[in-house]
């Protein structure tokens, strides 16, 4: 699932805890380390031109913030941007529609510099559609419409391979979108985050940091549960701030 030196914080949406800044700072090595930002997710143009994506960035006393923000693959490739990228210690992406970070950035020059940013130790943080886009299936669209239907999910970024990541759970009543996702892929452990809490992940684990709860989605456990019952009772666990993730062994240590 995760095996890079660098470290994810993944937020469910909402309004984000001043902590999870403070941890992402931390994990930077301070508030004047190099941060890139990438607003694709939003279609505000006008948000993004007049600088507002970095306030609550600037309003927490980040100094040293860049902006890398195309929708146009040849334009993510421009040598400014892989250097912004390469020099940084931390990349944050904002919210939106996390099919247009896809569309902008999947198989470019870019990309292999956000795994490399991890591969180095750096940190990347990102809420809503900026927490999706981090796993390996993009859950979300006619998915989402009507979860009778056969569907095929487009790729995530598999910064967390094998996972599939939905965000805004409880608030938005989605806790139970994952269920047919894990039905159709099997082998990929569904993590639903809710608003304003994230998981913090780093090899080999992840905890839970915030307000509210993360559900956990795993067909490991609905195989042992279809022995046990002979059928799934329980499609899934929650687990509240503080609670941890082995991603070795598939277990929650509290």
Known sequence: ????????????????????????ANYCGGKDQPVVYIPTATTDEAYIQNGEHLLK????????????????????????????LRNAKGLYFGGGDQQLIADAYAGTKLYDEMIALLDRGGVIMGTSAGATIMGSLMIGGDARNDISKKYTLNPAFSFMTNTALDQHVLARNRQFDLIPVIEHYPGTLGIGIDESTAIIVEAGQFRVWGNSYVMLYDSMDWAEQKKKWGLVLKPFKMMSSGSRFNLLTRAIAE
Do not use: V, W
């Open 1 to 24: 699932f995760y095996n890079k030196k660098g470290k994810l914080i993944i937020i469910g949406g909402g309004a984000i805890p001043d902590s999870l800044f403070s941890f992402f």
């Open 57 to 84: 960035f600037t309003s927490r006393g980040f100094n040293n913030l860049s902006t890398i923000h195309t929708r146009n693959k040849k334009e993510a490739d421009d040598p400014k941007n892989i250097a912004l």
